[in-house]
């Protein structure tokens, strides 16, 4: 079979993708946003008595707000990428790189150089582009609906601590990867996938230890009940938890969560303070005289009962027991196999694809650097095949979280975990009612009301 596509062909039909994608994920936010609009007071009759009429009205607030400035990022960044690649913005760059390189006397076969000065611009424009609609996001909106615990100081400390940790991550790393795709020959896709695989189980072992303290506290769970009840719940399973761990996500938002990391034998559980009833500092704050928040309403908090967010001992088991059966059932390695599998694929097809000139000439390059063909070619050209995959993983996902939460309800904590889902569903405001087709494409977790479900069946 041979391809006639033309460069314009191949062009018009990524631009096109890109459109179709973003119509129909219009179309689904829509859909869920009319949701938000019209269910003032509709609490779903699973939840009567659950979920207080105000919650709801405030879930109903925050995500309605969230939805709206969806649509308007989105836009905003459909079309400047419409735009960069209609006006030539890759290659544009691509020569900026190239001429600043000059400067110190190194020509284009200076091509890895080339790309490590691409990267890095390309890296500090979608920062700059993206400033403004992440600091609306994080001090008007979460703000607004009382979440944001950040700073502007800690904001721009953070997001200046990220960009160097991982761009002097990413830079050596892409750099070997460009080199070892050079001098792989025919079969280079068999060394970069040992590559990647290499750099996954070292950025995994490293991560813990030595980047995710740069950027938050973590702070060992004192000795006590909730210590010894997770150490046991741990034991009954043969969890090999060697560390406990609580990190001061406060510090950012009271969104809460709780996870479980590491190899073989050296596993680490890290609970956000966020999800403990006892170590929330919103919780000790609020028994001192704390300064009145306006809600969005326009009425005070505070004054009412205690708020009290996160969830007592026996909840909290129950979530670590969801979240050991993640680990019970392999899920994580089943995702790490699924991911393996489709680097070494995604690089396979990229070898018969990379030397194909009129790809390049589609998104106005003359030459065929690698970084540019990886970029194209993994952004764009496989985009429908990155859409179809990221479609199958979310609804693995769910299916995985109704495993885990199975699990639960096998160690006989089915009644907790599901007053533990009310609780997180309601300190982090989610919105209990769906869009079928929204929540079928999007949600990587089942709907709060059909967990609830599935934990009461047969029991
Ligand atoms: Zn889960």
Same mark, same amino acid.
């Given at each position: 079979?041979?391809?006639? /596509? ?11 993708? +890109? ?27 699973? @939840?009567?008595?659950? &979920?207080?009429?105000?919650?709801? $009205? ?5 995500? *309605?707000?969230?939805?709206?400035? %969806? ?16 006006? %030539?913005? !890759? ?10 390189i000059?400067?110190?006397g ?12 691409? #990267? ?14 992440? !600091? ?7 703000e ?7 700073? @502007?100081?800690f ?11 991982? *761009? ?8 070997? *990867? ?8 025919d ?28 950027? =938050?506290?973590?702070?060992? @769970?004192?000795?006590?009940? #909730? ?8 034991? %009954?399973? =043969?969890?090999?938890?060697?560390? /406990? ?16 990391y ?6 680490? !559980?890290?609970?956000? =303070? ?6 929330a ?20 908090? %505070? ?20 979240? *050991?059966?993640?680990?019970? +059932? ?21 070898? +018969? ?33 990155? $859409? /179809? ?6 609804v &693995? ?39 079928? #087709? ?9 709907? @709060?009301?059909?967990r ?5 069946? $047969?029991?």
């Amino acid at each position: 079979m041979s391809m006639e /596509l033309s460069s314009e062909d191949i062009f018009n039909a990524v631009l096109a993708f +890109l459109w179709v994608v973003y119509v129909w994920e219009t179309y689904l936010s829509y859909r869920q946003r009319e949701l938000y609009r019209s269910s003032v007071g509709k609490i779903p009759v699973e @939840l009567d008595g659950v &979920l207080e009429e105000e919650t709801f $009205e405030k879930a109903r607030l925050y995500n *309605l707000d969230r939805s709206v400035f %969806g649509f308007w990022s989105g836009l905003y960044s459909q079309i400047t990428t419409s735009l960069i690649l209609v006006f %030539g913005g !890759i290659p544009f760059l691509w020569r900026i790189s190239g001429s600043l390189i000059a400067q110190f006397g190194l020509d284009a076969e200076y091509e890895i150089t080339q790309s490590m000065v691409f #990267l890095v611009g390309s890296v500090l424009y979608s920062t700059i582009d993206g400033l403004p609609w992440s !600091i609306y996001s994080t001090f008007v909106i979460e703000e607004l609906h009382g979440f944001n615990k950040q700073t @502007l100081g800690f904001f721009f400390k953070d997001m200046v601590k990220k960009l160097v940790v991982s *761009l002097a991550l990413a830079l050596p790393i892409i750099a070997a *990867l460009l080199y070892i795709i050079k001098i792989g020959g025919d079969y280079f896709f068999v060394y970069v996938w040992m590559f990647t695989l290499f750099i996954s189980l070292s950025l995994i072992t490293v991560y813990a230890d030595y980047i995710a303290p740069l950027f =938050d506290k973590f702070t060992p @769970l004192p000795d006590g009940d #909730l210590k010894s009840q997770i150490e046991s719940l741990a034991a %009954g399973i =043969d969890f090999p938890l060697k560390k /406990l761990f609580v990190v001061e996500g406060s510090k950012r938002s009271s969104h809460s969560n709780a996870y479980f990391y590491g190899f073989f034998k050296n596993k680490r !559980i890290v609970l956000f =303070d966020t999800l403990l009833e006892d170590f929330a500092p919103m919780n000790k704050e609020s028994e001192e005289a704390k300064p009145e928040v306006p809600s969005p309403e326009g009425e005070k908090l %505070g004054d009412k009962e205690k708020k009290k967010i996160g969830c007592n001992n026996n909840e909290i088991l129950a979530v670590l027991g969801h979240e *050991l059966g993640h680990w019970k +059932l392999s899920h994580n390695l089943k995702n790490l196999v699924i991911g393996q599998f489709n680097t070494f694929f995604c690089f396979m097809v990229f070898g +018969l694809l990379m030397n194909r000139s009129e790809l390049y000439e589609a998104f106005g390059f003359t030459s065929q650097p690698t970084l540019i063909g990886l970029l194209i070619i993994f952004q764009f050209i496989f985009s429908p095949y990155n $859409e /179809l995959l990221s479609f199958c993983m979310t609804v &693995l996902s769910r299916k995985f979280e109704f495993e885990a939460d199975r699990f639960a309800k096998s160690l006989g904590r089915a009644a907790p975990l599901r007053s533990a889902l009310v609780k997180l569903n309601k300190d982090n405001l989610g919105f209990p009612i769906s869009d079928w #087709l929204y929540s079928t494409w999007h949600y990587s977790h089942p709907p @709060l009301i059909e967990r609830m479900k599935a934990l009461e069946k $047969e029991e």
